[in-house]
C-alpha cells in the first residue's frame, strides 16, 4: 500500500502560482511513475502530468503544457506540481497517483495509476 496526502491548494488570483506537494508513505516511493490529476464540478477527472520513477521524464496535459512543471523528491517522497499563469479554468481538486505498472501511465490513463490521493482544492478567481 501507498498512502497519498496532498496539500498546497488554495485561492490565488489568475496570474498567481501555486505550488502543491504529495507527501507518499509506505512502499518505496522511487519504485512508482507519478502522477498528478484535477477534477472540475460537474466534470470528469482529467490528467495534468506526470512523472517517471526517476524524475527524468514528464509528461503533460497541453492544457497546462508550458505553465505546471512537475517533479519529485525520492529522497523526501514527495512529488511537487508547481503551476505558473494560472487560469480560472484550473480551477478543480488535483489529485495525486502513484501507479506504473501498465505503460498507460505516461498518457494519463488513470487506469495504470494504482494508488490515489484526498485530493487539495485549487481555486483561481479572476
Known amino acids: 500500500q501507498v498512502q497519498l496526502v496532498e496539500s498546497g491548494g488554495g485561492l490565488v488570483q489568475a496570474g498567481g502560482s501555486l505550488r502543491l506537494s504529495c507527501a507518499a508513505s509506505?512502499?518505496?516511493?522511487?519504485?512508482?511513475?507519478m502522477g498528478w490529476f484535477r477534477q472540475a464540478p460537474g466534470k470528469e477527472r482529467d490528467f495534468v502530468a506526470a512523472?517517471?520513477?526517476?524524475?527524468?521524464?514528464?509528461y503533460y496535459a497541453d492544457s497546462v503544457k508550458g505553465r505546471f512543471t512537475a517533479s519529485r523528491d525520492n529522497a523526501k517522497n514527495t512529488l511537487y506540481l508547481q503551476m505558473n499563469s494560472l487560469k480560472p479554468e484550473d480551477t478543480a481538486v488535483y489529485y495525486c497517483?502513484?501507479?506504473?505498472?501498465?505503460?498507460?501511465?505516461?498518457?494519463?490513463?488513470?487506469?495504470?495509476?494504482?494508488?490515489w490521493g484526498q485530493g487539495t482544492q485549487v481555486t483561481v478567481s479572476s
Open positions: 497517483a502513484a501507479g506504473g505498472s501498465s505503460p498507460g501511465w505516461l498518457k494519463g490513463d488513470p487506469t495504470s495509476y494504482d494508488y
Open positions: 509506505g512502499r518505496t516511493f522511487s519504485n512508482y511513475a
Open positions: 512523472i517517471s520513477r526517476a524524475g527524468v521524464n514528464r
